[in-house]
C-alpha cells in the first residue's frame, strides 16, 4: 500500500487563481481529513469527510472545497487563492471507529505559496 | 504576529537520557488522545495514543500519561536517540464528534550527541 498520497508536493499560485490539491489513499479508509499548518503551528482542520458523498466543515473551512465521490480521492478545491492561505496541507484518512481504527494517518503534504 | 507561532516551546536533551514532553488540552469532553511525531519536511507520525479510560499505555520506549483532573497529557521517551529530534505534537478528540483531531502547538525535541 501506498498509504495516503498528496500532489503536488509544492506550489506558487497568484492570488485569485485556483486550484486543486489531491489526495488519494489506498487503505480503504472511509473518513479522510484536509488539514493546513501555517510556520511553527499545529494542525487545523479544513474539511473532513466520514465516506464518499458525504463531507463536512472543519475548524477553518472559509475559501475551501472538497469533494468526496470515491471512497480512495478526496480533493481540495482553492476557488481564489489569497495570501492567508500561503501554508502546507496535509490530507489524513483512518478506517472507522473501535480497534484502533481512530488513528489518523498522514500524506506527506502540499507546500502552497501564494503571491 | 506570524513570528511569535515560529518560537515553538523546545526541549534539550542528551543523547540516551529520558524526555518528557508535556501537553495541556482544551476539552473535558475528549475522550481520545494522541501523540505525532513530525520530521522536517513530512507528515505528522503517529506515535501512540490513549483513550480517556485509561490513565497511562505504553509502547515501545514510549509512554503516554494522561491526566483528566487537570486535562494534561505527557509523553515519555526513554534512551532518547538522535533519531528522536523532531516536533512533537499532542491532538485530542471525540468519539461523538467524528475523531476531529485538535491539535496542540507543538514541542521541538532536540537530542544532543
Known amino acids: 500500500n501506498a498509504g495516503v498520497t498528496q500532489t503536488p508536493k509544492f506550489r506558487i499560485l497568484k492570488i485569485g487563481q485556483s486550484m486543486t490539491l489531491q489526495c488519494t489513499q489506498d487503505m480503504n479508509h472511509n473518513y479522510m481529513y484536509w488539514y493546513r499548518q501555517d510556520p511553527g503551528m499545529g494542525l487545523k482542520l479544513i474539511y473532513y469527510?466520514?465516506?464518499?458523498?458525504?463531507?463536512d466543515k472543519g475548524e477553518v473551512p472559509n475559501g475551501y472545497n472538497v469533494s468526496r465521490s470515491t471512497t480512495e480521492d478526496f480533493p481540495l478545491r482553492l476557488e481564489l487563492a489569497a495570501p492567508s492561505q500561503t501554508s502546507v496541507y496535509f490530507c489524513a484518512s483512518r478506517p472507522g471507529t473501535g480497534g484502533g481504527k481512530e488513528t489518523q494517518y498522514f500524506g506527506p503534504g502540499t507546500r502552497l505559496l501564494v503571491l | 504576529g506570524e513570528s511569535v507561532g515560529l518560537h515553538l516551546p523546545t526541549l534539550s536533551v542528551q543523547e540516551g537520557d529520558n524526555s518528557i514532553i508535556n501537553c495541556a488540552y482544551s476539552n473535558s469532553a475528549s475522550d481520545y488522545f494522541i501523540w505525532y511525531k513530525q520530521e522536517s519536511g513530512k507528515g505528522p507520525q503517529f506515535i501512540i495514543d490513549i483513550r480517556s479510560n485509561m490513565d497511562k499505555r505504553q509502547g515501545q520506549r514510549v509512554t503516554v500519561l494522561l491526566n483528566k483532573t487537570v486535562k494534561h497529557l505527557s509523553l515519555q521517551i526513554a534512551a532518547t536517540q538522535p533519531g528522536d529530534s523532531a516536533v512533537y505534537f499532542c491532538a485530542e478528540a471525540r468519539r461523538d464528534s467524528s475523531y476531529k483531531l485538535i491539535f496542540g502547538s507543538g514541542t521541538r525535541l532536540l537530542v544532543r550527541p
Open positions: 469527510s466520514v465516506g464518499a458523498g458525504i463531507t
